[in-house]
């Protein structure tokens, strides 16, 4: 929520009522459910010393289901009233006017094809593709559990970086949207953590392996 009235600080200003009623002004951000229920993960982990790594990727399909069905919530009722829609600037330079974008129908068309294509991962085992057994290293013969959901969480902020470009009256500092911040700092901590799980240098030695097990992958499935 706080994240919500951050992005949208013009709309909730200093005015606490407005902050606490879910009714009259609501909107959540789904950026703070996922940082939040990510901390609390970690923390419950850590403390059984279990590899959250292997649950964070078998959440991914969940996440999708359950963010499909805010979507279509905040389509119905909307919860991102705070924001209007504008055209794209490419649009204006055309010399369209602005007019109110479904910003939700492209979340959700986005989504549906996340689904796909996470179901087409998990049906190949992709953390067993992306391991090449080594004889030198016994450590890399591990599966490389986290990369699923690393790649959810990079589309996830690609997807914002993108689709909330149609969004208006957000709050701006030194005109710099506050989702624009976000998305990209997300993005950028996505991609370094994906590079310390699969580095460059690991898919350049490996990427003939790689290739030709997601191709019998795709065979058996």
Request: aromatic share 16%; with cysteine; proline share 2%.
């Amino acid at each position: 929520r706080l994240v919500f009235i951050a992005e949208h600080f013009n709309v909730y200003s200093e005015d606490i009522f407005r902050w606490i009623h879910f009714i009259r002004f609501p909107g959540i951000a789904s950026k703070g459910l996922i940082f939040g229920g990510l901390l609390a993960s970690i923390l419950y982990f850590r403390r059984r010393k279990q590899n959250i790594w292997i649950y964070l990727d078998l959440a991914v399909l969940p996440l999708l289901y359950v963010w499909f069905l805010a979507q279509t919530a905040c389509m119905i009722n909307g919860c991102v009233e705070a924001s209007g829609f504008k055209m794209p600037a490419g649009f204006v330079l055309l010399g369209f006017k602005d007019m109110v974008r479904p910003v939700n129908l492209y979340y959700l068309m986005t989504i549906l094809f996340q689904i796909y294509i996470f179901k087409y991962l998990k049906k190949i085992k992709f953390e067993d593709v992306l391991t090449i057994k080594s004889d030198d290293d016994k450590s890399r013969n591990k599966p490389r559990h986290g990369i699923v959901f690393l790649i959810f969480i990079i589309l996830y902020f690609i997807s914002g970086l993108i689709l909330e470009n149609f969004l208006a009256n957000t709050l701006y500092l030194m005109n710099v949207s506050l989702k624009l911040v976000f998305n990209l700092a997300g993005l950028l901590i996505s991609l370094f953590l994906l590079n310390q799980k699969l580095s460059i240098k690991y898919l350049r030695e490996n990427y003939r392996q790689i290739i030709d097990k997601l191709k019998k992958g795709t065979k058996d499935v």
